[in-house]
């Protein structure tokens, strides 16, 4: 099931799917677009899970400030779980998510039960840093393209880049403003070592 939610002020959309009583809660990573556009792709990938939980994927807020940071994210996404009522959630973040599920964790244990991290960090590396600002400098200027590519050359494995680089980089060739602002904002965050958005 695809739905909406607005919590103090906070409007986020949200896949759910599975029949299973323990809660499980997929954080993606940065992405242009919403996470509604790729639902059924998802749901085939976790239906695994579908039995044993009831699954959960949260996309960003609709309405992101300038300033968001990756703390404030995650923030936006407990008050989320909290009003739908999930508890005691096993957490699965990849790459930015990972970090937002490190926040949660620290921030609002109770929501926590496990929490599992992929392809993420809990600081900024100096090729972390060089790389968000190659896709800072790409959004600006409107590449979808060359922000695509960049991100498929340096976040997947040579394996998966060899099988699906062409269609990935693909199926992101063209983006509207909001979209490129939406990516802008998002790959922004990845600066949070400057912010109170750090981990402790």
Known sequence: MNDSIIVNGIEMDYIRFGTGERIFVILPGVDTKSILNSAMAIEAGYRAFAKSYTVYVFDRRKNMPDDYTI??????????MTALGLRDADIFGASQGGMMGMCIAIDHPGLVRRLVVGSSSARITPEINEGTKRWIELAERGDM???TADFVDNLYSEETIGKYRDFLISATSTASSYRLRRSKTSISMMNWIRSSARPS
Do not use: K, W
């Open 71 to 80: 703390r404030g994210m995650a923030s936006d996404t407990a008050e989320v």
């Open 145 to 147: 393209t060359a922000l």
